[in-house]
Protein backbone atom coordinates (compact mmCIF):
# COMPACT_ATOMS: atom_id res chain seq x y z
CA UNK A 1 0.00 0.00 0.00
CA UNK A 2 1.28 3.51 -0.76
CA UNK A 3 1.68 5.62 2.19
CA UNK A 4 0.48 9.61 1.02
CA UNK A 5 2.63 12.45 1.07
CA UNK A 6 0.92 13.84 4.22
CA UNK A 7 1.76 10.25 6.13
CA UNK A 8 5.05 10.60 4.75
CA UNK A 9 5.67 13.80 6.03
CA UNK A 10 5.04 12.31 9.69
CA UNK A 11 7.61 10.74 9.86
CA UNK A 12 10.25 12.76 8.64
CA UNK A 13 12.79 14.83 10.90
CA UNK A 14 13.30 18.67 9.95
CA UNK A 15 16.79 19.13 10.29
CA UNK A 16 18.77 22.39 10.60
CA UNK A 17 18.52 22.60 6.77
CA UNK A 18 15.39 24.28 7.19
CA UNK A 19 16.73 27.50 9.13
CA UNK A 20 18.49 30.11 6.76
CA UNK A 21 22.66 30.09 6.60
CA UNK A 22 24.27 31.31 9.62
CA UNK A 23 26.93 34.51 8.58
CA UNK A 24 28.25 34.04 11.67
CA UNK A 25 30.11 30.59 11.90
CA UNK A 26 31.91 30.74 15.46
CA UNK A 27 35.80 28.98 14.92
CA UNK A 28 35.86 26.03 16.29
CA UNK A 29 38.47 26.35 19.81
CA UNK A 30 39.82 23.41 21.57
CA UNK A 31 41.09 23.35 25.05
CA UNK A 32 44.71 23.57 25.38
CA UNK A 33 45.44 20.48 26.78
CA UNK A 34 43.97 18.41 23.98
CA UNK A 35 45.86 20.11 21.30
CA UNK A 36 48.76 19.31 23.57
CA UNK A 37 47.74 15.53 23.74
CA UNK A 38 46.56 15.18 20.46
CA UNK A 39 50.45 16.02 19.39
CA UNK A 40 51.85 14.00 20.95
CA UNK A 41 49.28 11.75 19.44
CA UNK A 42 50.92 12.45 16.60
CA UNK A 43 48.11 11.41 14.31
CA UNK A 44 45.65 8.22 14.08
CA UNK A 45 44.02 5.63 12.15
CA UNK A 46 40.44 6.23 11.07
CA UNK A 47 38.32 3.24 10.05
CA UNK A 48 35.66 4.64 7.62
CA UNK A 49 32.76 3.71 5.29
CA UNK A 50 32.55 7.63 3.61
CA UNK A 51 33.28 8.04 0.03
CA UNK A 52 37.47 7.90 0.42
CA UNK A 53 38.38 11.23 -2.09
CA UNK A 54 35.12 13.01 0.61
CA UNK A 55 37.30 12.02 3.86
CA UNK A 56 40.90 13.09 2.04
CA UNK A 57 39.34 16.65 1.46
CA UNK A 58 37.56 17.02 4.97
CA UNK A 59 41.08 15.89 6.43
CA UNK A 60 43.10 18.41 4.46
CA UNK A 61 40.48 20.96 5.44
CA UNK A 62 41.29 19.54 8.86
CA UNK A 63 45.23 19.89 8.43
CA UNK A 64 44.81 23.60 7.55
CA UNK A 65 44.13 24.19 11.32
CA UNK A 66 46.38 21.20 12.79
CA UNK A 67 48.72 20.24 10.91
CA UNK A 68 50.20 18.09 13.31
CA UNK A 69 47.59 15.37 13.25
CA UNK A 70 47.95 12.75 10.43
CA UNK A 71 45.35 10.92 9.72
CA UNK A 72 45.26 7.35 8.18
CA UNK A 73 42.32 6.40 6.47
CA UNK A 74 41.07 2.38 6.40
CA UNK A 75 38.18 2.82 4.17
CA UNK A 76 35.54 0.34 3.40
CA UNK A 77 31.68 -0.17 2.08
CA UNK A 78 29.83 0.13 5.43
CA UNK A 79 29.09 -3.65 5.22
CA UNK A 80 32.56 -4.82 5.07
CA UNK A 81 33.59 -2.44 7.38
CA UNK A 82 31.32 -3.47 10.15
CA UNK A 83 32.52 -7.26 9.76
CA UNK A 84 36.70 -6.13 9.83
CA UNK A 85 35.44 -4.01 13.28
CA UNK A 86 33.66 -7.05 15.15
CA UNK A 87 36.64 -9.66 13.41
CA UNK A 88 38.85 -7.41 14.98
CA UNK A 89 36.96 -6.62 18.49
CA UNK A 90 36.59 -10.55 18.68
CA UNK A 91 40.15 -11.38 18.18
CA UNK A 92 41.07 -8.27 20.75
CA UNK A 93 42.93 -6.49 17.90
CA UNK A 94 40.70 -3.41 17.06
CA UNK A 95 43.60 -1.03 16.05
CA UNK A 96 41.14 1.83 14.75
CA UNK A 97 40.95 5.24 16.79
CA UNK A 98 38.04 6.49 15.63
CA UNK A 99 35.34 4.74 13.80
CA UNK A 100 33.10 6.35 11.23
CA UNK A 101 29.80 3.97 10.08
CA UNK A 102 27.06 4.80 7.52
CA UNK A 103 24.65 2.55 9.66
CA UNK A 104 25.18 4.08 13.31
CA UNK A 105 22.59 1.24 14.41
CA UNK A 106 25.47 -1.24 13.87
CA UNK A 107 27.68 0.81 15.99
CA UNK A 108 24.81 0.97 18.61
CA UNK A 109 25.02 -3.02 18.91
CA UNK A 110 28.45 -2.61 20.22
CA UNK A 111 28.83 0.08 21.82
CA UNK A 112 30.63 -1.09 24.72
CA UNK A 113 33.72 -0.90 22.53
CA UNK A 114 33.50 2.78 22.40
CA UNK A 115 34.29 5.57 24.95
CA UNK A 116 32.49 7.40 26.42
CA UNK A 117 32.23 10.30 24.28
CA UNK A 118 29.95 13.85 23.42
CA UNK A 119 31.55 17.06 21.70
CA UNK A 120 31.08 20.30 23.22
CA UNK A 121 28.14 21.47 21.37
CA UNK A 122 26.37 18.24 21.72
CA UNK A 123 23.33 20.44 23.18
CA UNK A 124 23.04 21.81 19.75
CA UNK A 125 22.36 18.61 18.11
CA UNK A 126 19.17 17.33 17.30
CA UNK A 127 18.51 14.30 20.21
CA UNK A 128 17.01 11.92 17.60
CA UNK A 129 20.34 12.39 15.20
CA UNK A 130 22.34 10.66 17.90
CA UNK A 131 22.30 6.83 17.78
CA UNK A 132 23.81 6.98 21.53
CA UNK A 133 25.58 8.83 23.90
CA UNK A 134 29.22 7.24 22.46
CA UNK A 135 27.96 7.53 19.04
CA UNK A 136 27.52 11.00 17.03
CA UNK A 137 26.43 12.37 13.73
CA UNK A 138 29.52 13.63 12.12
CA UNK A 139 28.04 13.00 8.68
CA UNK A 140 24.44 13.49 7.46
CA UNK A 141 23.58 13.07 3.78
CA UNK A 142 20.54 12.68 1.32
CA UNK A 143 20.18 10.72 -1.72
CA UNK A 144 19.37 12.61 -5.04
CA UNK A 145 18.84 12.26 -8.41
CA UNK A 146 21.87 12.42 -10.58
CA UNK A 147 21.88 12.63 -14.41
CA UNK A 148 24.59 13.09 -17.00
CA UNK A 149 23.42 16.42 -19.04
CA UNK A 150 25.06 14.79 -22.18
CA UNK A 151 23.05 11.79 -22.27
CA UNK A 152 19.42 12.48 -20.09
CA UNK A 153 17.91 15.17 -22.37
CA UNK A 154 14.45 14.66 -20.61
CA UNK A 155 14.99 15.43 -17.35
CA UNK A 156 13.41 13.76 -14.02
CA UNK A 157 10.58 15.54 -11.94
CA UNK A 158 10.90 13.09 -9.01
CA UNK A 159 11.38 9.63 -7.89
CA UNK A 160 8.19 7.68 -9.94
CA UNK A 161 10.64 8.69 -13.43
CA UNK A 162 13.25 5.73 -12.80
CA UNK A 163 10.26 3.77 -12.85
CA UNK A 164 9.43 4.74 -16.54
CA UNK A 165 10.59 3.27 -20.06
CA UNK A 166 11.64 6.47 -20.76
CA UNK A 167 15.20 5.68 -18.90
CA UNK A 168 15.05 1.99 -19.84
CA UNK A 169 18.79 0.96 -20.29
CA UNK A 170 19.92 4.37 -19.08
CA UNK A 171 19.60 3.85 -14.83
CA UNK A 172 21.76 2.70 -12.44
CA UNK A 173 21.83 2.68 -8.71
CA UNK A 174 24.11 1.36 -6.11
CA UNK A 175 23.39 -1.82 -4.23
CA UNK A 176 20.83 -1.80 -1.14
CA UNK A 177 23.70 -3.64 0.56
CA UNK A 178 26.42 -0.45 0.54
CA UNK A 179 25.44 0.56 3.90
CA UNK A 180 23.13 3.23 5.91
CA UNK A 181 23.07 5.32 2.91
CA UNK A 182 21.83 3.23 0.15
CA UNK A 183 19.60 1.05 2.86
CA UNK A 184 17.86 4.69 3.70
CA UNK A 185 16.78 5.33 0.17
CA UNK A 186 15.52 1.34 -0.05
CA UNK A 187 13.31 1.14 3.11
CA UNK A 188 12.20 4.61 1.46
CA UNK A 189 10.91 3.30 -1.67
CA UNK A 190 8.96 0.95 0.26
CA UNK A 191 7.73 2.62 3.26
CA UNK A 192 6.80 6.53 0.95
CA UNK A 193 6.05 5.60 -2.59
CA UNK A 194 4.72 1.77 -2.26
CA UNK A 195 5.06 -1.64 -1.97
CA UNK A 196 5.45 -2.08 -5.71
CA UNK A 197 7.68 0.55 -6.74
CA UNK A 198 10.95 -1.70 -6.25
CA UNK A 199 9.13 -4.22 -8.81
CA UNK A 200 8.42 -1.51 -11.08
CA UNK A 201 11.83 -0.28 -11.26
CA UNK A 202 13.43 -3.97 -11.26
CA UNK A 203 10.93 -3.99 -14.59
CA UNK A 204 13.19 -1.55 -16.73
CA UNK A 205 16.57 -3.49 -15.44
CA UNK A 206 18.68 -0.92 -13.84
CA UNK A 207 22.54 -1.49 -13.66
CA UNK A 208 23.35 -2.52 -10.30
CA UNK A 209 26.73 -1.10 -8.59
CA UNK A 210 28.61 -1.70 -5.54
CA UNK A 211 28.54 1.91 -3.83
CA UNK A 212 27.42 5.60 -4.59
CA UNK A 213 31.18 6.35 -5.62
CA UNK A 214 31.41 3.57 -8.21
CA UNK A 215 27.68 4.57 -9.78
CA UNK A 216 29.05 8.23 -9.80
CA UNK A 217 32.05 7.80 -11.75
CA UNK A 218 29.21 5.68 -13.90
CA UNK A 219 27.17 8.31 -14.49
CA UNK A 220 30.44 10.68 -15.43
CA UNK A 221 31.90 7.76 -18.36
CA UNK A 222 28.50 7.54 -20.16
CA UNK A 223 27.54 4.13 -18.98
CA UNK A 224 24.39 5.21 -17.48
CA UNK A 225 23.10 8.12 -17.96
CA UNK A 226 20.77 8.41 -14.58
CA UNK A 227 20.86 7.32 -11.04
CA UNK A 228 20.04 7.66 -6.98
CA UNK A 229 22.75 8.66 -5.20
CA UNK A 230 24.18 9.84 -2.61
CA UNK A 231 24.59 13.83 -2.66
CA UNK A 232 27.96 13.86 -1.69
CA UNK A 233 29.03 11.11 -3.70
CA UNK A 234 28.21 13.43 -7.10
CA UNK A 235 28.54 17.54 -5.50
CA UNK A 236 32.19 17.41 -5.62
CA UNK A 237 32.58 15.87 -9.27
CA UNK A 238 29.75 18.69 -10.24
CA UNK A 239 31.81 21.36 -8.31
CA UNK A 240 35.27 19.91 -10.46
CA UNK A 241 33.08 20.56 -13.83
CA UNK A 242 32.18 17.19 -14.32
CA UNK A 243 28.57 16.84 -16.46
CA UNK A 244 25.85 15.81 -14.28
CA UNK A 245 23.12 17.68 -12.90
CA UNK A 246 20.79 16.62 -9.78
CA UNK A 247 17.22 17.05 -8.29
CA UNK A 248 16.19 16.43 -4.97
CA UNK A 249 12.57 15.09 -5.40
CA UNK A 250 9.28 16.65 -4.31
CA UNK A 251 8.30 13.36 -2.77
CA UNK A 252 11.32 13.56 -0.09
CA UNK A 253 14.46 13.50 0.38
CA UNK A 254 15.98 10.12 2.13
CA UNK A 255 18.45 10.92 4.63
CA UNK A 256 20.60 9.05 6.97
CA UNK A 257 23.47 9.95 8.81
CA UNK A 258 26.90 8.35 9.77
CA UNK A 259 27.67 7.36 13.41
CA UNK A 260 31.43 8.15 14.81
CA UNK A 261 32.63 6.91 18.09
CA UNK A 262 36.44 6.01 19.77
CA UNK A 263 37.05 2.69 20.97
CA UNK A 264 37.71 1.92 24.09
CA UNK A 265 41.28 0.33 22.72
CA UNK A 266 42.17 3.52 20.70
CA UNK A 267 45.77 3.97 21.28
CA UNK A 268 46.00 7.48 19.67
CA UNK A 269 42.36 8.88 21.53
CA UNK A 270 43.58 12.36 21.80
CA UNK A 271 44.19 13.07 18.15
CA UNK A 272 41.19 11.20 17.13
CA UNK A 273 38.84 13.41 20.09
CA UNK A 274 40.22 16.39 17.86
CA UNK A 275 39.50 15.47 14.31
CA UNK A 276 35.98 13.93 15.31
CA UNK A 277 35.41 17.53 17.81
CA UNK A 278 36.38 19.52 14.75
CA UNK A 279 34.04 17.78 12.65
CA UNK A 280 31.10 18.20 15.15
CA UNK A 281 31.79 22.05 15.71
CA UNK A 282 29.45 24.69 13.56
CA UNK A 283 33.13 25.22 11.74
CA UNK A 284 33.79 22.08 10.88
CA UNK A 285 29.81 20.95 9.55
CA UNK A 286 29.74 24.14 7.60
CA UNK A 287 32.78 22.69 5.30
CA UNK A 288 31.38 19.50 5.18
CA UNK A 289 28.15 21.44 3.79
CA UNK A 290 29.57 23.86 1.71
CA UNK A 291 32.51 21.79 -0.04
CA UNK A 292 31.19 18.33 0.26
CA UNK A 293 27.56 18.32 -0.31
CA UNK A 294 26.50 17.11 3.24
CA UNK A 295 23.66 18.40 4.93
CA UNK A 296 23.53 18.77 8.86
CA UNK A 297 22.10 17.30 12.26
CA UNK A 298 22.85 20.29 14.45
CA UNK A 299 19.57 22.17 15.06
CA UNK A 300 20.81 25.42 13.45
CA UNK A 301 22.66 24.69 9.67
CA UNK A 302 25.75 26.85 9.63
CA UNK A 303 25.51 26.80 5.99
CA UNK A 304 22.75 25.63 3.04
CA UNK A 305 22.49 23.27 0.28
CA UNK A 306 21.85 24.40 -3.47
CA UNK A 307 18.29 23.13 -5.05
CA UNK A 308 17.48 21.77 -1.52
CA UNK A 309 14.25 23.74 0.53
CA UNK A 310 13.14 21.76 3.10
CA UNK A 311 9.99 23.33 3.47
CA UNK A 312 9.57 22.01 -0.23
CA UNK A 313 11.44 18.63 -0.45
CA UNK A 314 11.05 17.17 2.56
CA UNK A 315 14.00 15.21 4.68
CA UNK A 316 13.06 11.66 5.49
CA UNK A 317 14.57 9.95 8.43
CA UNK A 318 13.86 6.45 9.15
CA UNK A 319 12.47 5.23 12.66
CA UNK A 320 15.60 3.98 14.48
CA UNK A 321 13.72 1.00 15.90
CA UNK A 322 11.68 0.05 12.76
CA UNK A 323 14.75 0.13 10.53
CA UNK A 324 16.29 -2.23 12.55
CA UNK A 325 13.46 -4.76 12.50
CA UNK A 326 13.07 -4.48 8.59
CA UNK A 327 16.27 -4.23 7.18
CA UNK A 328 17.48 -7.38 6.83
CA UNK A 329 14.50 -9.09 5.59
CA UNK A 330 13.49 -6.05 3.23
CA UNK A 331 17.09 -6.00 1.99
CA UNK A 332 16.49 -9.92 1.36
CA UNK A 333 13.14 -8.95 -0.97
CA UNK A 334 14.83 -6.01 -2.49
CA UNK A 335 18.19 -8.19 -3.27
CA UNK A 336 15.47 -10.83 -4.88
CA UNK A 337 13.62 -8.56 -6.36
CA UNK A 338 15.98 -7.14 -8.80
CA UNK A 339 17.85 -10.54 -9.42
CA UNK A 340 20.78 -9.94 -7.01
CA UNK A 341 22.60 -12.37 -4.97
CA UNK A 342 24.54 -11.80 -1.26
Known amino acids: MTITRRQAIAGTVALATASPARADIPRFEPSAALVEAAKKDGGFINYSAQIEDLELETIAAFNKRFPFVKVQIVHLPGGQLIERIKAEIGANKLVADLIDHSEPSLLRN ?10 SNAADYIPESVASPRIWPRLTAGTCIAWNREIIKDKPRGWW ?10 LGMPSGYTGGSTWAWVMFQRKVLGEDYWARQAAIKPRVYTTNAVTADALIRGEIGIAPVSYPAVMPKIRDGAPLDYIFPVEGVPCFTF ?9 HPAAAQLYLDWC ?7 MLIRDLGHL ?9 TPGLDPEVQKLWFADRAESDRVRDPWLAEWSKTFGLRQ
Open 110 to 119: IESAFRPYAP
Open 161 to 170: DLTGPRYAGQ
Open 259 to 267: GDGIPTTAK
Open 280 to 286: LSEEGQA
Open 296 to 304: TALKKTPAT
